[in-house]
């Protein structure tokens, strides 16, 4: 398949179940709300090494306490491992944060009554830090706690909604430059960063160091892609390379469900395609034996016609 003269491969992204979670993290000012959603999801870039993926969503559309507002996305391979890394970023990284305050972001997304959803503790556990001086306010069903600090209050969700997602959706861009290979890719994270729901967690919304797993070196469990690192193309025995092929850049996606995945893959090469100056549109997999969401390109782009 070819789409604006890019050649799309017949392949498919193989993507994996994980726990997701959204919270809105509001703050006095948009540059003090920003300031705190990009500290609580610094790091978060590959659970490989961070044991969580993160980004910053967007601009909260509605938050709770009416103030400048970010939702951010996490994501984990576990639930408990979700908990406790989220745990530990409000109560450093968010609570630390001027003026801040954090809640449970809204999953319009999912139903409310689905079996994928559970609740988690955070705000009941950070309060222990308020000495026995903090105090609890109940709105509705809702518990929120109000932890005492320096420039006023923390005020914290009690507990937090934790769903089933999907992570490592991806797609890589081949070609002949840095230069036409950045654009394409620039223009494919602009296209999906208008979409909600999915986060791109890697630096700038792409990756250039790309993963494979296992190593020749038996203490590590992921290494280079060798199989699509321009300058050992000659020595490297599985290359997918061709000359003239001199840059690769990867997007990953992860989403709070399989569609949204599929549909940002899909707005994404799109929007790569049209930029134009790349060759090739592939995309990462092991067989289909360690994920069980496989994002078939083709279909992706016939569903679109």
């Not at 609570?95 to 954090?102: E, H, K, L």
Request: proline share 4%.
């Amino acid at each position: 398949m070819q789409k604006n003269g890019v050649m799309i491969e017949d392949t498919f992204a193989e993507a994996f179940g994980m726990r997701g979670c959204r919270l809105t993290v509001t703050a006095p000012s948009d540059h003090w709300a920003l300031v705190a959603a990009r500290a609580i999801t610094g790091f978060a870039t590959s659970v490989i090494g961070c044991g969580i993926e993160a980004d910053v969503e967007g601009r909260s559309p509605a938050a709770p306490d009416g103030r400048p507002g970010y939702d951010c996305l996490f994501f984990a391979n576990s639930w408990d491992g979700l908990a406790n890394a989220l745990l530990n970023r409000v109560g450093q990284a968010l609570m630390t944060s001027v003026g801040s305050a954090c809640f449970c972001g809204a999953l319009p997304e999912i139903a409310a009554d689905s079996e994928d959803i559970s609740r988690f503790d955070i705000g009941g556990k950070l309060r222990f830090f308020g000495d026995g001086y903090q105090c609890s306010k109940v709105i509705g069903n809702t518990r929120y706690w109000r932890v005492p600090v320096m420039d006023g209050e923390f005020l914290v969700e009690e507990t937090f909604l934790m769903l089933r997602a999907v992570g490592g959706g991806n797609f890589l861009l081949l070609g002949p430059s840095h230069a036409a290979t950045l654009a394409a890719a620039e223009a494919a994270v602009a296209a999906i960063r208008q979409m909600r729901g999915v986060a791109l967690p890697f630096p700038g919304g792409m990756v250039r160091s790309g993963s494979q797993v296992g190593s020749r070196y038996k203490f590590l469990k992921a290494s280079t892609n060798i199989s699509y690192c321009p300058t050992i193309r000659s020595r490297a025995p599985d290359s997918e390379l061709l000359e003239g092929d001199n840059a690769v850049l990867e997007i990953v996606i992860d989403g709070l469900t399989e569609a949204l995945v599929a549909r940002a893959m899909r707005v994404g090469i799109e929007a790569a395609c049209a930029c134009g100056g790349i060759r090739k549109i592939t995309a990462g997999n092991y067989g289909g034996k360690l994920g069980k969401f496989h994002f078939h390109l083709h279909r992706l782009l016939g569903d679109a016609r």
